[in-house]
């Protein structure tokens, strides 16, 4: 058990500096121009120069690689090129955002597609057929129409729910869940599609197995059968196309931020990565690619919780 | 049973935006006569709360609460006291005597006195942010008694007063000019970083000890960064803010959910900006008929009519209506007249057009960029667009790659559009082209006062326009919306209206 | 088991009979049908796009700046004076030829990588396999955002860069497949006589991981539509590219004023995945065969038994101790197959007494199973049955529905099945299993069912029940499960007993001890017990009656004795004589158990 841990999180390691040295080399095609940027129009072209200097700029980019690499290795993730604010900072204030409604996202897809996934498999015939064909419009709607209808729809129409801004839950746990309701919901859309079929199909072949029909035979309820049972030996195929989405829910956070005007780490990453705000883009790819590696080490940790013969081994 | 789907959302979202008059209960700031809560929203992040490097424009309303700057305008633009209660200027022009309020302090206790004005000063001019731009003037401040400073200028400067009303001329405490951990000023308000979160949200509270309380009714001002035009949009019609600068194309939308809609000019001037007069890159452009003629190929009305949705004012010259240098009556001087244009460039010998090449903005000014491509095409100018990252625009205009493009810049004063775009080291002249006779009237301009000057800059106008230096369309009209809540005054020389011009709707 | 095949799960790969009947099967289903429609459609659009329009997708138009529709331009104009319709068609080829790039980079990585790694495993698997899982890892979306802000807003690269990131999903795919195919017979005999591995890839292996790519393209274009669409909606790509893209860009700076201008390119790429996820759907289900909808026009088991003919209608009020326990006339069982019903039982009428076993012979596929499982109610529920009357204990079981099944079902009516692995629930421990119909049925503490249940787990030898009370299935050998599940079918005391082949999958040794686990609990509990087997050493072993069936049909019922002695069917009579000459020694030595008969007369 612990080597698997170590080895995963060496293999973790080795991902996210593979991912984060790509990106390191990709942003320096932006060319040294940057630093004309971050000092703003005004400045003069010694100041520019002053300030390419300054970010070592003008230093080989093998050198600037190996510089960046171990201030990365030491947890050192840099300041911001154009707000000197340090990355971990911004993180800091930006990952709670991200979670906050990932976490929500999957709350909801799991409760739902359970509901609902269960019942296909069960119940059949034009309710199947009904929750499959949703399932496939769900997963074919680009998330921001989505997120732009729930935005206009239940915030701006209705007002029932704030239409945009975070609120943390330290300030009020209440204005917390307000303002992650309908980013999560949009968020959770195309996740529990997939995760609908999934556990549908899975808990359709676990209903067709012998236990299934011996557990029948023994005259137990069906809600017995159906959500212990066979929830129980469908979930882990299900949990890993869940943790799966929770890289496609990473990707969609970034367009949900912008609708309901979020600062978490999407909103963050698409302003860096426009302005070439490297450090920040670095910063927060190593975050996102580490939340994967943690998410899918907690998937496969549950999965062997789920499933007794993994547990033995 | 797709289509009919999509139809229906199409139909609810088309509902939804007409109908967005009952979105009025979301909203947290208290009303009253004083007290409650402004919120404002801001569409772009601040870059540092230390002066040297703040920006302008829309970056400004962020420094409002916590520093106080030396002068004020009043809602005519006329420069007013503020923490300096008088203001003289030696003969020569270049050394500015100051007398301060002896009854303030920041807000960390220390007294805020000439020494600290210096300070403060002398720092935020070392700076590279838009605000320090403003100081380069200065070369020196001297403290001779607590409440007297002297600001000594290496030429004259005459937007300088009006620059003191605004950033440049806030006062930072000298123990945190950096702002490292925090703003610390003398302004009526003081940053509440425990209830601020960087980059999304910023809460301010009175400040207790603030000297002119009167002009600052509300109890607590939220300044929220919403960088997403919709989102933006969406908040407005929510009642989560009380006011915003928006985009054209909103007004409607907002005016059916109940929001006052303030539409000001801010000096801002869009249109063609010819960078290569002299014909470095574009040789065409070096002959002042070639310029002319482009001129001549641009429908200005039609352009503000449907490209700018009726917000603006078609101009052909740099300076604002506000300013000194307007002259009304040269804007009759270019009309709509592409034979006209066609003609010129054949006398300039370029019967069959020629080639240009500028940096692709469709992702910026999608709207300005198939105007300008459209029109240019049909007096024969052929557009060649470059494609670069957009996060390259400003740079390689900066570096002056293109010999002309799109772009809007300006001022509502004449001394600071000098600065911008005449003077041979000028941020927006980036081929340096030095033209002597407008270099003069620059030169005489900043040492004369009052109606000479006056007359001087309406010259100086007069030569850029019939030289043709740009092709300017109009005067950007800028929009703000805000809630019943409030009652915002717009103000002369400001993109967003300062914070003192908000009341609460009574 | 004798459950009829449905056409598999399993995709047989016979490649060149199986793609025609895909084909075949695809435009039978309309929803597949309106899918390539409009597929073809849109692609038919976007190449006829200059037919079809005649403006200039590009070329914009000032006075035309949000042109409402009109003849001129039939869907109107964008924010600045574009075309709309054409913008549409035009865009359509830059929307779906950078889906198809990122489609096609992303086979042709996956494809070599998953071949590779699938037919030469070792080393290059390996390795492939771990560069796939770290790709799996990257979040695209944040990738494309550095590629779109840094390198080239070009549409085209960004889908390449999707391509590439998605690729693992294409590997994953064929090197499952080839991992697959690569077992099977053919492919050894192919490779036995001296073709190369690389004519095994193209005649062999390439045809079979065929249908499952389609639909995994048909899923890659997809999500390349709906990411352009995201990239549109951050205000990266470039606008000056005709594209649905550049049409939602355009379309969300004029969302207040213009929505409708949202409404077309949405429209677009909502056909457009929409279609490809139906399309998808749809060849997967022809491929996994009818199984799937089968289930879903069925709801459950159509039963229907008419009254019972004659005398017996009138209900017994108190349980006839030493009669009739079960009485089943006439039944009858169908299931669907293409385009009819195929009978699986046909006609069955037996009698069970109380403390009487029935033995239930047969070949395999002659109903024996089917015959059992329609007493419980746990036919499939696409299969339909009918009967003239299913009477147990003066109860009519026949047309009850689930909850009324279950008063009898557990608690009277049990039931021990053939394979004893797959029969426990491998995610609940053994105790818990046991324990919960106990609790169910007897409405007993916690407490008392686990007491409850030890005893039995000892009562059925198991020597440790504290150690397999707490063991999960995967932990125990087949004879104890066995052991375990008879404990479980005798916990509540049934007075019926319905064991399915209970011996076939064990070991020789232990099959002696559970028939001799069964008979005792039989005895000491009086029970009725239906035995299903094809052992005819078992019947003489422990059955009193005997019911011979032949695919579905009943030939000849009699008394043990009887039967053996003088069987009245040919059919009889062969499965008699081939049971003697490979009969086992046990009950060659043993013979019709008479003794036991005269015990319960």
Known sequence: MVSFLLRRLLAGITLVLLVASATFVMLNFTGADIARNIVGETATPEQAWAKATELGLDEPLALRYIEWLGATLTGDLGKSWFTTVPVGTTLQTALPVTLSIILGALIISALVSVVLGSLA??????????????????????????????????????????????????????????SITLPSIALAFGAI????????????????????????????????????????????????????????????????????????????????????????????????????????????????????????? | MIKKLAVAGTAVLALTLSACGGGDT???????????????????????WDLAEAGLGHSEQYYQPVFDPLLRLDQQGEVKENLATSWTYDPALTTLTLKLRTDVKFSD???????????????????????????????????????????????????????????????????????????????????????????????????PDYWNKKDFPFDT??????????????????????????????????????????????GIVEGLYIWDRAGKITPALADVRVRQALNYAFDTKAIVKVAKKGLGETTTQHFAPDSEAFSADLDKKYGYDPAKAKALLAEAGYAGGFDVVMPDISTLFPEAQAAMVEQLGAV???????????????????????????????????????????????????????????????????????????????????????????APWNFVQDVYASSKRVQVTTQPYSMLPPIYNFKPAS | MSVPPTDGLVVVPSAPVRRRHLMVRLLHDPVAVAALVILALLA???????????????????????????????LGADGVGRDVWAQLLYGARTSLAA????????????????????????????????????????????????????????????????????????????????????EELYVDAARVSGLTDGRIMRRHILPVVQAPSIIQAAQIFGVAISIQAGLAFLGLGSPSETSWGAMLNDAFANIYTAPMLLLWPALAICLTTTSLALLANALRDALGGKKVRQKSSVQRPKTSVRPARGAKSAKPAVRNLGAELLRVDNLKVTYPVDGGTRTVVDGVSLVVERGKVLGLVGESGSGKSQTAFSLLGLLPPEAGMQADGIRFDGDELGGLGRGAMNRFRGKRIAYIPQEPMSNLDPSFTVGSQLVEPVRQHLRISARAAKAKVLSLLERVGITEPGRVFDSYPHQISGGMAQRVLIAGAVSCDPDLLIADEPTTALDVTVQAEILDLIRSLQDERNMGVILVTHDFGVVADICDRVTVMRSGKLVETADVAELFANPQADYTRMLLASTLEDAKPRTALKGPAVGRRDRTA
């Open chain 2, 221 to 266: 001002i939220v300044m929220k960064t919403l960088d997403d035009p919709t989102a933006e949009t969406n908040a407005l019609l929510a009642g989560q803010v009380d006011g915003a600068s928006i985009t054209p194309d909103r007004i409607p939308a907002l005016e059916g959910g109940g929001l006052d809609i303030t539409k000001f000019y801010s």
């Open chain 1, 193 to 313: 599609a997939a995760t609908t079929l999934q556990l549908r199909g899975s808990m359709f072949d676990v209903l067709q197995r012998d236990y299934v029909r011996t557990l029948r035979s023994r005259g137990l309820t069906e809600n017995s059968i159906v959500f212990k049972h066979a929830l129980r030996n469908a979930a882990p195929p299900a949990l890993t196309v869940l943790s799966l989405q929770f890289i496609g829910l990473v990707g969609g956070a970034v367009i949900v931020e912008k609708v309901f005007g979020l600062r978490g780490i999407g909103s963050l990453a698409t302003a860096a990565a426009v302005q070439g705000d490297a450090p920040v883009v670095l910063g927060v790819v190593i975050v996102m690619v580490l939340l994967v590696v943690a998410v899918n080490l907690v998937a496969d940790l549950a999965y062997g919780w789920l499933n007794p013969k993994v547990r033995a081994e």
């Open chain 2, 380 to 470: 024969g100018v052929r557009v060649q667009l470059d494609k670069i990252p957009f996060s390259q625009f400003m740079p390689s205009l900066l570096q002056g790659k293109y010999a002309l493009s799109y772009f809007k810049t300006g001022s509502t004063d004449p001394w600071n559009v000098i600065q911008l775009l005449v003077k041979e080291k000028a941020t927006w002249n980036p081929l340096g082209y030095k033209d002597d006779h407008a270099l003069d009237l620059v030169n005489r301009i900043s040492l004369a006062t009052g109606e000479e000057q006056d007359k001087l800059y309406k010259e100086l106008n007069e030569y850029m326009v019939d030289q043709a230096w740009d």
């Open chain 2, 109 to 207: 206790g220390s007294a805020l006195d000439s020494t600290a004005v210096k300070t403060s000063l002398l720092h935020a001019k070392a700076g590279t942010g838009e605000s320090a731009a403003k100081l380069k003037s200065i070369d020196d401040v001297q403290a001779p008694d607590p409440s007297t400073a002297v600001v000594k200028l290496t030429a004259p400067d005459p937007g300088l007063l009006r620059n003191f009303a605004n950033v440049p001329g806030m006062i930072a405490s000298s123990t945190a000019l950096t702002a490292a951990s925090g703003p610390v000023g003398s302004g009526p308000y003081k940053l509440d970083a425990s209830a601020s979160t960087a980059g999304t949200e910023y809460v301010f509270v009175g400040n």
């Open chain 3, 44 to 74: 038919a659009a976007s190449v006829l796009a200059p037919v079809l329009t005649s403006h200039d997708p590009i070329r914009s138009s000032l006075f035309d700046t949000l042109a409402p529709m009109g003849p001129d331009h039939p």
């Open chain 1, 121 to 178: 498999a069960v119940r059949a015939g034009w309710f199947d057929k009904t929750v499959q064909f949703s399932a496939v419009l769900a997963d074919a709607v680009p998330g921001f129409l989505v997120a732009l209808a729930l935005a206009l729809v239940i915030a701006v129409n209705f007002g029932w729910l704030p239409a945009t801004g975070y609120v943390p839950y330290q300030r009020s746990v209440v204005e917390w869940l307000r």
């Open chain 3, 99 to 182: 889906a198809l790039v990122a489609v096609a980079v992303a086979f042709a990585v996956g494809i070599p990588a998953g071949l590779l790694g699938g037919y030469y495993r070792g080393k290059a698997d390996a390795i492939l396999s771990w560069a796939s899982n770290f790709m799996m890892a990257v979040p695209a979306i944040i990738v494309l955002l550095v590629v779109m802000a840094a390198v080239s807003q070009s549409t085209y690269v960004a889908m390449a860069v999707l391509g590439l990131i998605i690729s693992p999903s294409v590997y994953r795919l064929i090197r499952a497949s080839v991992v697959s195919v690569r």
């Open chain 2, 26 to 48: 979301g909203g947290t700031p208290g009303e009253g006569a004083t007290g409650g809560t402004l919120t404002l929203s801001i569409s772009q992040d601040m870059k540092s």
